[in-house]
């Protein structure tokens, strides 16, 4: 079935930047569709971005665009999530998560990564 | 952004009662739903996709059903492993959103 699991997770200042990594194992990673979602602590599930099956194309949340990047390595099945000018808003788990081939649904997931934005 | 309104927000119920979870969308959304159960300190684990599959491996107490705006999700017969958080998920347009949950307690 595969596995996903998180990396990069951190306390960070506001403003500062942070890089957070998902390695895929057990699955042909490079044909799926890749996303991340976060959920701040307590509160319920939030999109975050999206990575096309070869890259081809990235959608994004209003609330990270212009400040995080999705982006994959299929040589190295590894998504990641490039975030910089981070808020408090931003605290949250990050998970990453696998479309179900038909992009209407997320059938894998990792555990999550804390990100705590804090001074 | 299509909103996703979930109710109840909670409910008790005893092992064995017949649960229904109700996901209303602010638009016309297809088949386009998929729920998720969420255990404590655990990632979602998707039950249902395009409004009524259900996942290979999930039990059959679970389904789902609707289409358009109004969906529902039913546990036919509760079980211990069932208390948890239930969230639907709309794929008809991006941004995608969630539903606000639903936190199922045992009474």
């Known amino acids: 079935e595969g596995q996903l699991l998180e990396s990069g997770g951190d306390l960070v200042q506001p403003g500062g930047s942070l890089r957070l990594s998902c390695a895929a194992s057990?699955?042909?990673?490079?044909?799926?569709?890749m996303n991340w979602v976060r959920q701040a602590p307590g509160k319920g599930l939030e999109w975050v971005a999206t990575?096309?099956?070869?890259?081809?194309?990235?959608l994004y949340a209003d609330s990270v665009k212009g400040r995080f990047t999705i982006s994959r390595d299929d040589s190295r099945n590894t998504l990641h999530l490039q975030m910089n000018s981070l808020t408090a808003a931003d605290t949250a788990v990050y998970f990453c998560?696998?479309?179900?081939?038909?992009?209407?649904?997320?059938?894998?997931w990792g555990q999550g990564t804390m990100v705590t934005v804090s001074s | 952004a299509i909103q996703l309104t979930q109710s109840p927000s909670s409910l008790s119920a005893s092992v064995g009662d017949r649960v229904t979870i109700t996901c209303r969308a602010s638009?016309?959304?297809?088949?386009?739903l998929a729920w998720y159960q969420q255990k404590l300190g655990k990632p979602p684990n998707l039950l249902i996709y395009?409004?009524?599959t259900l996942k290979s491996g999930v039990p059959s107490r679970f389904s789902g059903s609707g289409s358009g705006t109004d969906f529902t999700l039913t546990i036919s017969s509760l079980q211990p492993e069932d208390f948890a958080t239930y969230f639907c998920q709309q794929f008809n347009t991006y941004p995608l959103t969630f539903g606000g949950g639903t936190k199922v307690e045992i009474k």
């Open positions: 395009g409004a009524s």
């Open positions: 057990g699955f042909t990673f490079s044909v799926y569709p």
């Open positions: 990575i096309s099956d070869l890259a081809g194309s990235t």
């Open positions: 638009q016309d959304i297809s088949s386009t």
């Open positions: 998560a696998k479309d179900i081939g038909g992009w209407d649904a997320f059938d894998l």
